[in-house]
């Protein structure tokens, strides 16, 4: 492990800092994934959402704060019948331009990322 800071000292040099590790810990991210079946609200702390309904349901998207810009939740539709998920004015969708609902249909794969302004989303399609 190496550090450097970015000022110069008089004589061109910077100061560095270095350290050792005779073992290290290299750790991996974990998403938890939460399965749905029946119309429901969508948590701030929702990363991965499978979708197993059985019937046309309804997810609400959570009401966003200056904490989640660039927070992403992830949809996955895996069962046969319509997924709609909906938000507020206040909060809108954008995808090719503003809306307040879309629909999952299919096997389709939907990411929504808040950005300050609107939950921007990407489809996937895995």
Wanted: with cysteine.
């Amino acid at each position: 492990v190496l550090g450097m800071d970015q000022t110069d000292e008089a004589n061109g040099t910077s100061k560095s800092y270095g350290g050792y590790f005779n073992s290290a810990y290299i750790g991996r991210v974990v998403h938890n994934i939460r399965t749905v079946s029946e119309s429901g609200d969508i948590l701030k702390s929702d990363y991965r959402i499978h979708c197993y309904n059985t019937s046309t349901i309804t997810l609400t998207m959570p009401t966003p704060d200056n904490s989640m810009i660039g927070q992403t939740i992830k949809f996955r539709k895996l069962g046969e019948q319509k997924v709609y998920i909906t938000t507020s004015s206040s909060y809108p969708i954008w995808n090719v331009s503003s809306t307040l609902s879309i629909i999952l249909t299919n096997d389709d794969a939907l990411s929504f990322t808040w950005d300050g302004a609107y939950w921007v989303t990407e489809f996937t399609n895995q």
